[in-house]
C-alpha cells in the first residue's frame, strides 16, 4: 500500500512557465512534508519542506502548498528554468516515527528552452 | 555537497557475496538513515540509527544488518547477495531523532550490481 503517491511519472513544461507537481497521501499521521530533487547519479537534494500546521511555504521560485483535508500537496516552481529538470520526490514524516521519510514514486521534470 | 560522504561509490559483486557499504554523515548529525532505490523505484526506507542506537525499521531483509558506530559513522551489511538487491542505497543524516525542522541530508549513493 503506497502512502504517499506521485501520480504523474513526467511533467514537460516550457522555459518561464509554470511548474506544479503533485503528491497524494493517505496516512493522516504525516505531519511534515519535504520536496526533494533528484539528478542521475547524485543523492536526492532537499529542495523545501512544510508542516501540518501550515498550508504554504515559500522559498524563491519554489511554493509548496498543504491541502490536509484532501492529503495532497503540490509544488510550485516559477518560473521554470532548464536547470530545474529532474526527478521531483515528495516525502511524508510522522513525529511519532522517528522522522523516517515515506517516498513517492517521484516525478520526471523536463523544462524545454 | 550535502556533506554526506558514501563508500564505495559503485560495487559488482556475484550472487551469494557478501558487502559492506559505509557511510559519514555530517558533521554533528546524530540520526542516519539507509534507503533502497531500485530500477525505476522510489527510495525505500530500511533502518535508522541514532547516535548509535537502532530506533527504526523499515523494509529491511534479514540478510541486511546495519550499525553506527562512536564515531557516528554507519555501516550496511549485505550478505547472501541475490540478483533483485541491485540497486542505490543512499544514506541521509539529520540532526535530531523526530520531530520540527529536520530535514534529511543524503549522500551520493552506493550503486550495486549483484551479477
Known amino acids: 500500500d503506497q502512502q504517499v503517491k506521485q501520480n504523474s511519472p513526467s511533467l514537460s513544461v516550457q522555459e518561464g512557465r509554470i511548474s506544479i507537481l503533485n503528491c497524494d497521501y493517505t496516512?493522516?499521521?504525516?505531519?511534515?512534508f519535504l520536496w526533494y530533487k533528484k539528478y542521475p547519479a547524485e543523492g536526492p537534494t532537499f529542495l523545501i519542506s512544510?508542516?501540518?500546521?501550515?498550508d504554504k511555504n515559500e522559498d524563491g521560485r519554489f511554493t509548496v502548498f498543504l491541502n490536509k483535508s484532501a492529503k495532497h500537496l503540490s509544488l510550485h516552481i516559477v518560473p521554470s528554468q532548464p536547470g530545474d529538470s529532474a526527478v521531483y520526490f515528495c516525502?511524508?514524516?510522522?513525529?511519532?516515527?522517528?522522522?523516517?521519510?515515506?517516498f513517492g514514486g517521484g516525478t520526471r521534470l523536463m523544462v524545454k528552452p | 555537497d550535502s556533506g554526506v560522504t558514501q563508500t564505495p561509490k559503485h560495487l559488482i559483486t556475484a550472487t551469494g557475496q557478501r558487502v559492506t557499504l559505509r557511510c559519514s554523515p555530517r558533521?554533528?548529525?546524530?540520526?542516519v538513515y539507509w534507503y533502497q532505490q531500485s530500477l525505476d523505484q522510489g527510495l525505500q526506507f530500511l533502518i535508522q540509527y541514532y547516535n548509535g542506537e537502532e530506533r527504526a525499521k523499515g523494509n529491511i531483509l534479514e540478510r541486511f544488518s546495519a550499525q553506527q558506530f562512536p564515531d557516528l559513522h554507519s555501516e550496511l551489511n549485505l550478505s547472501s547477495l541475490e540478483l533483485g538487491d541491485s540497486a542505490l542505497y543512499f544514506c541521509a543524516s539529520s540532526v535530531r531523532l523526530a520531530g520540527g525542522v529536520n530535514e534529511q541530508f543524503f549522500g551520493p549513493g552506493t550503486r550495486l550490481t549483484v551479477l
Open positions: 516525502a511524508a514524516s510522522a513525529y511519532n516515527a522517528g522522522n523516517m521519510l515515506t
Open positions: 512544510i508542516s501540518s500546521i501550515k
Open positions: 496516512n493522516s499521521m504525516f505531519d511534515y
Open positions: 558533521s554533528g548529525d546524530l540520526s
